[in-house]
């Protein structure tokens, strides 16, 4: 009982951290937690994947994540809204994995309804 309680509070201290970073970003977006630690499957090399919906991610990736500078350990995804509601419109494995796992960490955009939708289908 004692590794479920430790990986329980591992969750929730990378859940917290994650959230308290992107209340530092200064502009409006849906931020989601996916990946391993929204599934709870995480294990000592597993990155924290955080999918990035805001309407001022436009042009070359990199310059997107300049923009955000994120923290170390962290695989950000910065999507705009059209390219995030397009996947969803494709049924794009990363719009799958937030709706079926994905935790919303802000919602700006009240995106989270849109992948409530998406996993009902």
């Not at 990155?47 to 994120?70: A, E, T, Y």
Request: net charge neutral; hydrophobic share 40%; proline share 4%.
């Amino acid at each position: 009982m004692e590794i479920i309680e430790r990986r329980k509070k591992e969750r929730t201290r990378i859940i917290e951290e994650a959230r308290e970073w992107v209340s530092t970003l200064g502009f409006r977006l849906t931020v989601i937690l996916i990946g391993s630690y929204a599934r709870g499957d995480f294990n000592l090399w597993s990155d924290v994947d955080i999918l990035l919906v805001s309407d001022v991610f436009q042009g070359n990736p990199l310059n997107r994540l300049k923009m955000v500078n994120p923290p170390p350990g962290y695989e950000v995804i910065p999507v705009n809204t059209y390219e995030f509601l397009e996947n969803m419109r494709k049924k794009n494995v990363l719009i799958q994995e937030a709706s079926k796992h994905g935790i919303i960490l802000r919602d700006d955009l009240n995106l989270a309804k849109h992948l409530k939708k998406t996993e009902e289908q």
